[in-house]
């Protein structure tokens, strides 16, 4: 399994972005999806995940639960992160994750891991 993020960038605080991250190498469909986040020096935190079928189920970590938006399209092998209202703490590396399992908000929970994609929000 490769897991391919791109979408990040240097956004002011209050606007948006999405990122993307395409899986190849297997059935897309099989794998629950998660997107994490790293600031330096801090480590690595969860963001949101999605269940394995179309327009699956979704969980929010709290601090963006209400800004951001998961979602999956099975088609094209991509899982997507809308954020809106950005804020200067959420700047960080925002990584996606894949794995067979049932969703769950621990890294150690997630097998396969994209190269990451910085995003940074300027106050």
């Known amino acids: 399994v490769q897991l391919q993020a791109s979408g990040g960038g240097l956004v002011q605080a209050g606007g948006s972005l999405r990122l993307s991250c395409a899986l190849s190498?297997?059935?897309?469909?099989?794998?629950?999806m998660a997107w994490f986040r790293q600031a330096p020096g801090n480590e690595r935190e969860f963001v949101a995940t999605?269940?394995?079928?179309?327009?699956?189920?979704?969980y929010y970590a709290d601090s963006v639960r209400g800004r951001f938006t998961i979602s999956r399209d099975n088609a094209k092998n991509t899982v997507y992160l809308q954020m809106n209202s950005l804020k200067p703490e959420d700047t960080a590396v925002y990584y996606c994750?894949?794995?067979?399992?049932?969703?769950?908000?621990?890294?150690?929970?997630?097998?396969?891991w994209g190269q990451g994609t910085q995003v940074t929000v300027s106050s």
């Open positions: 999605i269940t394995r079928w179309s327009g699956g189920m979704t």
């Open positions: 994750a894949a794995d067979r399992s049932i969703p769950t908000t621990e890294a150690s929970g997630y097998e396969y």
């Open positions: 190498g297997r059935t897309f469909s099989s794998y629950s």
